[in-house]
């Protein structure tokens, strides 16, 4: 398949802004040419025009994920950020992708179940290089609303004792203990039970596992345990008798929620 050439133009050296510097610090991190290597027989050009370079466009979207923009908002940005145009290797004055071609370009890693793929790559490449460190894991799930109730048909009901009942899809996240990495991630419907992906989301080695009562007790709490990690799970339960009983959960619960609402900002985002 025919590709454009980007990046013919040389950039001028000149000192560069802290954000420029931070991403070329980031891009050192990662060896690019494996995850070319997956990329090969990806082409989001419309029929009949040169595409572009997919690690190019795989570039773009780590930027859009890392600064929380549209696609509407990256095209916007690549056309006027030079950090932004180096870090994805086009030159000064050469035209950047538009909008359709990252909807297309998501659609094509979908397609061939790249997006797996690459964010397992990501992930190898920055424990190997020592940027995540292990110490503990986060687990919960959210709800994602579907957008249309009447012709989303793959969608499903979640009812909630608290809340209105939501119709749509559930995200099963774990990520390190900072809740800075995402570890894992898998989407269902929405009436699948939180701990239903722990096994699919859950790193080896996890070391103390945070969760809410969803993961308490059972096989979420074998199935952490055989990979050499610590259940540390809210409790509805009661332990014991008395005042002397009920404080030790009610503190057990309080230092483990202080941990575990760090997912949160991750939802958040």
């Given at each position: 398949?025919?590709r ?13 802004p ?54 509407v ?62 110490t ?16 989303d ?115 958040g985002?």
């Amino acid at each position: 398949m025919a590709r454009r050439r980007i990046g013919q133009e040389d950039l001028i050296a000149r000192p560069e802004p802290r954000a420029a510097s931070s991403l070329a610090e980031l891009a050192a991190l990662l060896d690019w040419t494996e995850i070319d290597r997956h990329l090969a027989g990806i082409s989001a050009a419309v029929k009949g025009e040169p595409g572009w370079p997919p690690l190019a466009l795989f570039r773009a979207m780590l930027l859009a994920t890392w600064y929380d923009l549209s696609d509407v908002r990256l095209a916007e940005a690549l056309g006027d950020r030079a950090s932004f145009r180096r870090f994805c290797g086009f030159a000064a004055h050469e035209p950047t992708p538009e909008r359709t071609t990252f909807v297309r370009f998501r659609r094509e890693l979908v397609r061939h179940g790249l997006d797996r793929v690459l964010f397992e790559a990501v992930t190898c490449q920055l424990e190997a290089r020592g940027v995540m460190v292990r110490t503990g894991t986060l687990v919960d799930a959210t709800l994602i609303p579907s957008a249309s109730i009447c012709s989303d048909g793959e969608a499903r009901w979640a009812g909630h004792r608290r809340r209105k009942p939501v119709h749509g899809y559930k995200a099963h996240v774990a990520t390190d203990e900072t809740a800075g990495l995402v570890r894992g991630v898998e989407v269902t419907t929405a009436n699948v039970h939180d701990a239903a992906e722990l096994e699919a989301v859950l790193p080896p080695e996890p070391g103390d596992v945070y969760g809410d009562s969803a993961f308490t007790g059972g096989p979420a709490e074998r199935l952490i345990i055989s990979r050499d990690g610590r259940p540390r799970t809210v409790w509805t339960g009661i332990w014991g008798r008395g005042p002397e009983a009920l404080a030790r959960l009610e503190a057990h619960n309080a230092a483990v929620r202080r941990v575990r609402c760090r997912i949160e900002k991750v939802f958040g985002t």
